[in-house]
T-cell receptor, first 107, second 117 residues
Framework: LAKTTQPISMDSYEGQEVNITCSHNNIATNDYITWYQQFPSQGPRFIIQGYKTKVTNEVASLFIPADRKSSTLSLPRVSLSDTAVYYC????????FGKGTTLSVSS | DADVTQTPRNRITKTGKRIMLECSQT?????MYWYRQDPGLGLRLIYY???????NKGEISDGYSVSRQAQAKFSLSLESAIPNQTALYFC????????????????FGPGTRLTVL
């Protein structure tokens, strides 16, 4: 299973763009990159998934360089409600969540 | 009604007691998972099951056992609870039909907060 490394915490202000980078140097050819969001006392929920280049949905964008050894989750114009833990998972069966990145958004 | 339900939602028990946490899903998914969450440690996989006849250990299976009674039900047991099993436990489900590309999306239940005194 590919190991991922992401920052433990990040701080931002409302209205700013937030980029969370995840390193996965030993990603396998068939692995996908999946991001989840978790609010306190709730289960994680799926945000976005990608294999290469760029993926965008109504919540976020995911940027994956050609070597796929890292990925960046981009949250445009964050609000207080984006305060949560964000997890980067890698694999065909993405089961290992790790500690995630705690994002704190202030006004 | 919620697609993934967990019972009980909260439980306080004593050291040495046997505890069962139950998970039910109405999503029709074959795959089910049990995770525990501790402050500062993220989510850790305990056991997972890809179908009714399949049971696999996760990252931290010691002290736990599971039973997959049916496609819709996956139970987690603590045979003899100890205080360091105090945590928030999540059940999740996913589906990965043949021919699907990518990685499956997991759907989580509301969690069970277990306290072992």
């Amino acid at each position: 299973l590919a190991k991922t490394t992401q920052p433990i915490s990040m701080d931002s202000y409302e209205g700013q763009e937030v980029n969370i980078t995840c390193s996965h140097n030993n990603i396998a050819t068939n692995d996908y990159i999946t991001w989840y969001q978790q609010f306190p006392s709730q289960g994680p929920r799926f945000i976005i998934q990608g294999y290469k280049t760029k993926v965008t949905n109504e919540v976020a964008s995911l940027f994956i360089p050609a070597d796929r050894k890292s990925s960046t989750l981009s949250l445009p114009r964050v609000s207080l409600s984006d305060t949560a833990v964000y997890y980067c998972l890698v694999g065909v069966a993405a089961l290992i969540f790790g500690k995630g990145t705690t994002l704190s958004v202030s006004s | 009604d919620a697609d993934v339900t967990q019972t009980p939602r909260n439980r306080i028990t004593k050291t040495g007691k046997r505890i069962m946490l139950e998970c039910s899903q109405t999503k029709g998914h074959d795959r089910m998972y049990w995770y525990r969450q501790d402050p500062g440690l993220g989510l850790r996989l305990i056991y997972y099951s890809f179908d009714v006849k399949d049971i696999n250990k996760g990252e931290i299976s010691d002290g736990y056992s599971v039973s997959r009674q049916a496609q819709a039900k996956f139970s987690l047991s603590l045979e003899s609870a100890i205080p360091n099993q105090t945590a928030l436990y999540f059940c999740a489900t996913s589906d990965f039909p043949p021919g699907t590309s990518g990685s499956e999306e997991q759907f989580f239940g509301p969690g069970t907060r277990l306290t072992v005194l």
